[in-house]
């Protein structure tokens, strides 16, 4: 009895608390989506110290760290293996002044390092994995100064339980290395990281299968956009401040350049619209940003979309929901996403490849019945409806801001 007369008061205790101030400071290592670059899909093997202070000095000086983006993560094929200590040794060729080397440029950009490795023996490159070295590998990135990392699950065992165990050994390892270390799960949703993942340590953790450049693939194998998009619709409920569903890279602005995103050569890329579409539908999800494209050689176009100020601010909002579907007529969907403050983002999107005209009634359909201040993102200009024309796999996003009448 006296036990649970404690847990009572316990549970009264914490309820009088802020909700931001119940967060361990682990938890609170991401309490909004991470926002930075990988060397995945564009770099590949080819990823390098300098492609890395490359990437970094575009970052710094194109608009992308003003807007919020800091973390540049190497990928897959940067171990050349393990010295007679079994420390990870990176590769002498293209990281001739070793990781920490990298990390105090980086720092000294004002932005974030990542760096990447597996469950496993050995990576999806086939290159040294972590599994059985979780504690020294952990005290080897804290001491390079690594504040990102990305653990895949290649060459590992299919069930859940080892997935969970080997994830859990990491995440404790990193939680004990003495440098705040932002955890990122990628197993690729097969065993519903969303259920464990928290629990396991991580930060964010993958729900699909890698994504391909490619609008839709119509390939049970290949996960196309929109094969991802629809496969985040039930998961909103696991994502919030600390923990984040993660659909995988952004494909925005690689059309087509990405050697594993594109197959072979067979996906050509997506067009600017369907780019936009991709970015909006995202941000809307609450889901990391990382794009993966040459940074040095971004279209305006490009840049300017993946800096968008109010579809970050969605993005990046400190409620932290996921957009859920409220409305599916025809081939048209609206996702609603709440804000702080009572706000609201709402995406109206055509999923059709035919042009389709749509008008949206707030209170009808999407049951909002206060008052509100409407703007459309693209053009940042005041409307008083939801209503106009979408092409083929187009959106528009518009932010709702609680207002008087």
Known sequence: MRTVIFLLAAIISCSSVSAQTRYSAWDSLAMTPPMGWNSWNFFEARVSEQVIIDMADAMAANGMKAAGYRYLVIDDHWVAGRDKQNNLIPDPVRFPHGIKYLADYVHGKGLK????????????????????????????????????????????????????????????????????????????????????????GGHLWRTTWD????????????????????????????????????PDLLMVGLYGKGASSSVDGRFKGCTATEYRTHFALWCMLAAPLMVNMDLQHMTPEVLQLITNKQLLAINQDALGKQATTVLKRNDLQVLLKPLQHNDVAVCVFNRSANAQAFEIDLKKELHLWQPFDISEVWSGKPVKALKGQLSAHDCVVYLLKAGQK
Not at 214 to 219: F, I, L, N
Request: with cysteine; hydrophobic share 35%.
């Open 113 to 200: 390092l990542g760096i990447y490795s597996d469950a496993a023996m050995l990576t999806c490159g086939g290159v040294t994995g972590s599994y059985n070295f979780e504690e020294q590998d952990a005290r080897t990135f804290a001491a390079w100064g690594v504040d990102f990392l990305k653990y895949d699950y290649c060459n590992a065992p299919e069930d859940v339980s080892t997935a969970f165990s080997r994830y859990a050994r990491m995440g404790d390892a990193l939680k004990k290395c003495g440098r705040p270390i932002v955890y990122s799960i990628c197993e690729w949703g097969q065993r519903k990281p969303w259920l464990w993942a928290r629990a396991a």
């Open 211 to 246: 994504s391909r450049d490619v609008w839709e693939s119509h390939d049970t194998n290949l996960t196309g956009i929109m094969e991802i998009f629809h496969q985040q619709e039930n998961l909103a409920s696991f994502a919030g401040p600390g923990g984040w569903n993660d």
